[in-house]
């Protein structure tokens, strides 16, 4: 394999949510959703990625449904703490009474490991190459891997299209916060707001005929 990346995000922020979500919501922020040490993703010669607008290859990490929720969006809070990801959850906002798992599907064709680098729990990442330019979408806290996705080792992955199973959400390395952490990096190891929702929480990117296509995006 080719030298790694190294990714060098460090998340601390707070979580803005109501009473009954605050106590799971600080535990989610507290477990920083990437750990502050560097993260490093199997990488590749790539030239540099086009602007975010740009990047209409993502479709969901999961199957749309109407008790899917966004928990934590691009911002912790209205304050404009980043969070650099999306925090998606199967249950209501209000409420963490009644969280359930919900299988986690990759967002992209790609070529993808699990716990094959830093994270926090049980992870998944997917190396995808777009038009030349390389992403990494990564798949974190899950309760457990598909049987189908190398573990360990960068030097092993498999070859995954969109809407493959992943494995289950779950709240390894968050306690307590049932929900997948989704997050989209660029070959630079910069964040992306993975569907340029730039919003807290709730929203997030929805079919019009309910049959996820590329180019997956909220109007507004």
Known sequence: M??????????????????AVAALAAIVSASALFPSAGITAFAGNTIAPPKQATIPFLTLPFEAGSNMSMLSGWYYSSSGGLHNGIDFING????????????????????ACGNC???????VW?????????????YGHLA??????PI???????????????GWAGDTGARGALHLHFALYNA??????????NRLRQYYPKPLDNNPGIGWFIGE
């Not at 906002?93 to 990759?106: C, H, L």
Request: aromatic share 10%; no cysteine.
């Open 2 to 19: 080719r030298t790694y990346l190294s990714f060098l995000n460090k998340v601390g922020a707070k979580a803005k949510a109501g009473i």
């Open 92 to 111: 209501s906002v209000n409420s963490s009474r009644g969280w359930a798992t919900f299988p986690v599907i990759a967002s992209a064709d790609g070529m």
């Open 117 to 123: 680098t830093s994270r926090q729990g049980n992870a």
């Open 126 to 138: 997917v190396k995808h190459i777009v038009n030349g330019a390389t992403y990494y979408t990564y």
């Open 144 to 149: 457990s891997i598909s049987k189908d996705i």
């Open 152 to 166: 360990g080792s960068q030097s092993r992955t498999v070859a995954v299209k969109r809407g493959d199973f992943l």
């Open 188 to 197: 630079s190891s910069r964040a992306l707001d993975p569907y340029s929702i």
